[in-house]
């Protein structure tokens, strides 16, 4: 089986970056639309909604209810009785994907779900 390599990125960096030719499987992983942003600006493979934390999950992280740890341990169980990170690995290695990029429109780059689903990937990709 073939090493996929797992990356993030901030959807706002790859506007009008298509990332053609490059084995990219790039996976918007936000349960929202980002704000401000046409869909024909964002080159993307597939839009799911189904990795992303739970409203109601994401509604406590931002309001200041749960930290990033506990946030990250709640969406890591989420993930796990979903099979959603299992099932985003296994479309992308259908695809005869290289690299999976995680699509995010949070504002912090590393306090948010796309790290966390990032680790879950890799584990499972292991």
Known sequence: MSTIDITVAKVHDILNDDGSGTGEHRVLVDRLWPRGIKKERVAHDVWDKDAAPSSELRTAFHSGDLDFQEFSRHYRRELDDSGAAKELLERARKAAAT????????KDREHNHAVVLQEALEDLAD
């Not at 690299?99 to 949070?106: F, N, P, V």
């Open 99 to 106: 690299r999976i990029t995680l699509l995010y429109a949070s």
